[in-house]
């Protein structure tokens, strides 16, 4: 087990956001939560990644274990730098001013010096071909579906080994999101282990080898995408059926 949640409890400030939740992340796996606004998809994904204050939730019981061991006091700075785990976070966050080189190496800041960059960014480059296309235009200037392939590239240069993506379908075409599914499966494939936060339920549980649903900051369900996507209660309630 590569990553695990265990019964963990958060609070902003003094409105409690999860209840006690428990998953697990297997190195090589898709996994996915699901769920509605509020349910406490994007709280799991700053609490793992130990998102600094002010924004940052407050764990009051339970614990996040990596290999094994707890994070729950290793700084976010570490989390990058010595546990390889990267967060494409909600809404791109990439730095508009910058070139889609220059937010690209700006994730490279806690790479060793032996580290074969130039490798990387061929790799990203082929796995993103618009990208290198507009690798030296400010990254303001890129189409949505441009700017989720930024940030996605960018969490990659970290280095990282599980990579947590936070909603990447958010805004896109449906052509665009296809695409970045596709190109997530062919990550997985070359292997990345990923953790999945995505609203769009049918397409995440088809790429995800597993799955579990939030609502409310509680999980009312789990299994493999396939068992969620016939799951009656599931399809009722997210995949509109």
Request: one cysteine or more.
């Amino acid at each position: 087990m590569l990553l695990s949640v265990e019964n963990l409890e958060v609070k902003y400030g003094n409105i409690q956001a999860l209840h006690g939740i428990s998953f697990h992340v297997n190195e090589g796996e898709i996994v996915t939560l699901i769920g509605a606004n509020g349910a406490g998809k994007t709280t799991c994904m700053h609490t793992i990644t130990r998102l600094p204050p002010p924004e940052a939730p407050r764990v009051i019981a339970g614990d996040i274990k990596f290999k094994g061991e707890s994070i729950l006091k290793t700084q976010p700075s570490d989390v990058v730098k010595k546990l390889h785990l990267a967060l494409s976070p909600e809404g791109r966050r990439i730095f508009g001013n910058l070139t889609v080189l220059e937010n690209l190496k700006l994730a490279t800041y806690a790479r060793t010096k032996d580290a074969d960059l130039n490798t990387e960014y061929n790799y990203i480059f082929n796995l993103f071909p618009r990208l290198k296309e507009r690798r030296n235009q400010r990254s303001e200037s890129l189409s949505g579906g441009e700017q989720q392939m930024l940030a996605v590239g960018r969490a990659l240069m970290t280095g990282c080994k599980i990579l947590l993506l936070d909603e990447p379908s958010m805004g896109l075409a449906p052509v665009l999101k296809y695409e970045m599914f596709r190109k997530l499966k062919q990550l997985n494939e070359d292997g990345m282990t990923i953790l999945l936060v995505e609203q769009n339920a049918n397409l995440a549980l088809k790429l995800a080898h597993r799955g579990y649903v939030m609502d409310t900051g509680n999980i009312v369900a789990e299994g493999t995408g396939a068992e969620l996507l016939d799951n009656p209660e599931v399809k009722k309630a997210y995949l509109g059926g």
